[in-house]
């Protein structure tokens, strides 16, 4: 019987944690069939010969691929993004299902009933203003078993493109889209990365987010992952980057865009005298060319840069705050803003 859902695995050098992450994917209780596909950048730890077990015993629903790799070869910075892309892309254009889920492997389901929550409401949406399903995720310390929910408590709501692009961040584990594969799309056509933020905006040229604000998973804090590898200074400008990447994907975003990544750059503004971080910023300046991210490169380059630009930088940037502020009015509908409110309402009730 053809799958629902594909539930989309990545891992590496993940072995104490592959079993309770299958587990909690295979215990879902669905009226409808759902394959796993997992996918391993070359570990050697033994986490590819856990992952062959369970695909052993439950070979009608779980599959597993195998990236090759240099023994003992360490990726980093591009070159690691580049193989996460390989990785999730391979899942999805493997995958079956009507509907497909992504999942890091050291993250786990705490809802058995998560699948079916959202498979249910893509379901109801026949005119397919949707084109994916989201929730709230909480974060978990391992060592103390401590978990905080990863957003501010928001009621369900439907959100367009742009709406869910301005204010809302929804992790790649959280979301179930629509397999638009099935009708010959491919979102990643692009080239542009296939992680966080990039992942799900891939998929927005095609629908808006309905969002349910039930926590059902657990986001593992690791500090060997790859977010937590890097300063939170190049996390900033990874995620400043995004604002030009998705000009290659869809261009009606721009200014939802720059009310997303206003914080992003503010703080690299705030630091753009200081050359300890020109330095860190080194290893994206060739993303900050291939996306013709002049600003940005202006921003985190500028002790670097001659005089003119310097100047232009101190130009510009307030410029562009301003008209972001602008753009966060007429962008954030009533019901946005009204959301919002309830949500900062009910975090103060619960401080």
Same mark, same amino acid.
């Given at each position: 019987m053809r799958p629902k859902v594909s539930v989309l695995i990545s891992f590496y050098n993940l072995k104490p %944690?592959?079993?309770?992450?299958?587990?909690?994917?295979?215990?879902?209780?669905? $009226?409808? +069939?759902?394959?796993?596909?997992?996918?391993?950048?070359?570990?050697?730890?033994?986490?590819?010969?856990?992952l062959r077990a369970w695909e052993a015993d439950h070979p009608d629903r779980v599959r597993v691929f195998v990236?090759?790799?240099? +023994?003992?070869?360490?990726? !980093?910075?591009? !070159?690691?993004?580049?193989?996460?892309?390989?990785?999730?892309?391979?899942?999805? %254009?493997? =995958?079956?299902?009507?509907?497909?889920? %992504? /999942?890091?492997? $050291?993250?786990?389901?705490?809802?058995?009933?998560?699948?079916?929550?959202? =498979? $249910?409401? /893509?379901?109801?949406?026949?005119?397919?203003?949707?084109?994916?399903?989201?929730?709230?995720?909480c974060y978990y310390w391992e060592s103390t078993g401590k978990t905080e929910p990863i957003e501010k408590p928001l009621r369900a709501c439907s959100l367009t493109a742009k709406e869910y692009w301005s204010f809302l961040y929804?992790?790649?584990?959280a979301m179930m889209f629509r397999n638009i594969g099935l009708q010959g799309i491919d979102p990643y056509k692009s080239g542009v990365q296939i992680i966080d933020n990039m992942l799900t905006f891939q998929f927005l040229p095609y629908g808006g987010v309905y969002y349910l604000p039930d926590c059902m998973f657990n986001y593992r804090q690791m500090e060997g992952s790859t977010y937590h590898r890097r300063s939170v200074y190049q996390n900033y400008i990874l995620n400043a980057l995004m604002l030009y990447q998705q000009a290659s994907i869809q261009k009606g975003l721009f200014g939802s865009g720059l009310v997303r990544f206003l914080f992003e750059y503010q703080q690299l503004f705030a630091a753009r005298k200081n050359p300890r971080l020109a330095e860190e910023?080194?290893?994206?300046? !060739?993303?900050?060319?291939?996306?013709?991210?002049?600003? /940005?490169?202006r921003i985190v380059n500028y002790t670097n840069e001659n005089v003119l630009a310097r100047l232009w930088c101190?130009? !510009?940037? +307030?410029?562009?705050?301003?008209?972001?502020?602008?753009c966060r009015h007429y962008i954030w509908k009533p019901k946005v803003r009204a959301l919002l409110e309830e949500a900062r309402q009910k975090q103060e009730q619960g401080a």
């Open positions: %944690y592959v079993d309770q992450t299958l587990q909690s994917v295979l215990d879902q209780k669905t $009226d409808f +069939p759902v394959e796993v596909l997992c996918a391993d950048d070359g570990s050697d730890d033994g986490t590819i010969e856990k990236m090759d790799r240099i +023994p003992g070869a360490k990726y !980093e910075a591009n !070159e690691r993004i580049r193989r996460m892309n390989a990785i999730r892309g391979r899942l999805f %254009y493997e =995958a079956k299902g009507e509907y497909v889920c %992504y /999942l890091d492997g $050291d993250d786990f389901y705490t809802d058995d009933h998560k699948l079916q929550k959202q =498979a $249910d409401i /893509l379901d109801a949406d026949t005119d397919h203003k949707y084109v994916g399903c989201g929730h709230n995720g929804i992790h790649t584990n910023a080194r290893t994206y300046m !060739e993303n900050i060319r291939t996306y013709h991210a002049g600003r /940005l490169r101190e130009v !510009e940037n +307030p410029f562009w705050f301003f008209v972001t502020k602008v």
